[in-house]
């Protein structure tokens, strides 16, 4: 048993040390270019060149975690981003980093990051089986767990990259990517079912990446459940990415309530958000999942829209952000279930890399296309509209007969077409 926990507590602390470091680089990287440059325009080329590398990489290295393993793919991602985080301090101190150089680093820096995360949830339905606990309990731990260090890790990176300056916090991103991965290797280490799938007869060779890569796109399009929620989870990632760069900032600003309110406002909801995660993980195996998906979204989606279109005062929209994220905390669980039980274990890796990656596909364009709208009819109707497509986009699925087959938690069965060309079981 008590090896049992160590695993669990190993993989969250691993997560929550990963997403720490992740949200002390997104402070640190925009403010090194700042700081540097000068040029808003070259900072926002940096963030995209950093995210665009990260989709396309977590879309196509579904095959090689299959292949490789996920516990394997994940550690030694983890550890070569270490070493490409580290490259920018270095080349800094150096006198090497120049604007194209930065790119550069920034570019490899999210081909590695992909693969990492994407190797860490197929890690997940191992997980379920070695702790023998329900998965909605394990995707709520994780989701409370990522809201904790995404809590804390902006807080303490802002002082980090305030009392070192962005260049040496780097250097601490770069510690973080490499304390995770050992933390990973040492706890999991005994969890069965995260090494490479193995082919149904050891006779059969190992099918080709691309045919492997196309059972896990036909696999993910040719399930209806699976596919609304990617295309959901993809554009409601954008119009949040919309909301958060550009129209929060917007509002505070034509409000006079200042950057303090947009922090005010994010504690809100992370704060509640972390409660409604913890709750979600002590009965979430026992709620609904259709019902609670609805509420959920009701709850986080177009209200905190509305709230700012109708220039209510700061603590009625602050309110509604506490409930927004109380309604969030049990999105995640319900949705992370519903993955798992239903992708077929030999296919974890790549339906899950597709997954990940067609979540984050769209969020480049939420900058930009919140920018257009606020220029084009102004604040108040940008966010009415973005809320009446949160609310259509997130309420969508429930038209559908075929998403209420949620609440029936179907055990996972070797899909035809991967079990002609790859592999059904895992060692």
Not at 55 to 75: F, M, S
């Amino acid at each position: 048993m008590a090896r049992r926990s160590g695993a669990l507590a190993g993989f969250l602390a691993a997560d929550a040390i990963s997403l720490a470091g992740t949200r002390l680089s997104q402070i640190a990287v925009p403010w090194l270019v700042l700081t540097t440059t000068g040029s808003a325009t070259r900072t926002g080329l940096v963030a995209f060149a950093s995210l665009l590398p990260l989709v396309l990489a977590q879309a196509l290295c579904g095959p090689w975690i299959d292949r490789v393993g996920a516990r394997r793919v994940a550690v030694g991602f983890d550890l070569a981003s270490g070493v490409a985080v580290a490259a920018v301090p270095l080349a800094y101190a150096a006198g090497w980093l120049q604007f194209p150089v930065l790119v550069a680093l920034v570019v490899l820096t999210g081909v590695l990051r992909g693969p990492a995360e994407a190797a860490r949830h197929a890690m997940v339905p191992a997980l379920v089986r070695h702790l023998g606990m329900p998965t909605e309990r394990l995707t709520g731990l994780v989701g409370t767990t990522d809201r904790l260090a995404a809590l804390v890790g902006a807080a303490v990176g802002g002082g980090i990259v305030a009392v070192l300056g962005p260049a040496t916090a780097l250097l601490v991103d770069a510690g973080s990517f490499v304390a995770c991965a050992a933390v990973l290797a040492v706890s999991t280490r005994r969890v069965a079912g995260c090494g490479p799938t193995r082919p149904t007869h050891p006779s059969d060779p190992p099918a080709a990446y691309l045919v492997q890569l196309r059972d896990g796109w036909d696999f993910l399009r040719r399930d209806p459940v699976l596919l609304a929620m990617v295309v959901m989870v993809a554009v409601t990632n954008m119009l949040d990415q919309g909301f958060s760069s550009v129209m929060l900032p917007v509002w505070a600003d034509d409000s006079g309530s200042g950057p303090a309110a947009i922090g005010l406002l994010g504690a809100c909801m992370g704060g509640a958000a972390l409660a409604g995660s913890l709750l979600a993980t002590w009965r979430g195996d026992r709620l609904p999942r259709f019902r609670t998906y609805v509420v959920g979204y009701l709850l986080a989606g177009a209200p905190r829209w509305v709230v700012l279109a109708l220039g209510c005062p700061l603590w009625a929209v602050a309110a509604v952000h506490v409930i927004a994220g109380f309604g969030a905390g049990f999105i995640n669980p319900v949705l992370g279930a519903v993955q798992y039980k239903r992708i077929p274990e030999g296919l974890v890796g790549r339906v899950g890399a597709l997954s990940l990656a067609s979540s984050w596909s769209l969020m480049p364009l939420g900058g930009l296309l919140a920018g257009l709208a606020v220029s084009g009819i102004g604040l108040p109707a940008g966010l009415l509209l973005f809320g009446a497509v949160y609310l259509l986009t997130t309420m969508a699925p429930a038209l559908s007969p075929s998403w209420r087959e949620v609440d029936r938690r179907p055990q996972p069965s070797a899909a035809p077409e991967a079990a002609s060309a790859s592999t059904t079981a895992r060692s």
